[in-house]
């Protein structure tokens, strides 16, 4: 069985900074990409970043610049270092993964889903 585990959100005021980490057990899973998306209240889940074991990286264009993903392949664990943070980055942020992804940006391409880190950013 396949498990995804969030830390690191919280609280921070406008510009600050947060990482998020993502460790991912179970038995010989081996993702092929793994991915961050977030969720407002009352909004869709939306894509913010995704990272394939290969090495390509995609960001969406609201935090390109601001936000880095990166792995750590012995830990089976993904980050999102989010810097300059604005209010409306917001949400309940989720790790995803999969083995086969061909739209990475695609919630529905990812079976398996982290129970969600809550990101609030203060004016």
């Known amino acids: 069985q396949v498990q995804l585990v969030e830390s690191g959100g919280g609280l921070v005021q406008a510009g600050g900074s947060l990482r998020l980490s993502c460790a991912a057990s179970g038995r010989t899973f081996s993702p092929d990409a793994m991915g961050w998306f977030r969720q407002a209240p009352g909004k869709e889940r939306e894509f913010v970043a995704a990272?394939?074991?290969?090495?390509?990286?995609l960001y969406a264009d609201s935090v390109k610049g601001r936000f880095t993903i990166s792995r750590d392949n012995a830990k089976s664990t993904v980050y999102l270092q989010m810097t300059s943070l604005k209010p409306e980055d917001t949400a309940a942020y989720y790790c995803?993964?999969?083995?086969?992804?061909?739209?990475?940006?695609?919630?529905?391409?990812?079976?398996?889903w982290g129970q969600g880190t809550q990101v609030t950013v203060s004016t």
């Open positions: 990272i394939r074991w290969r090495g390509t990286i």
């Open positions: 995803a993964a999969d083995r086969a992804i061909v739209v990475v940006t695609n919630p529905r391409e990812y079976a398996y």
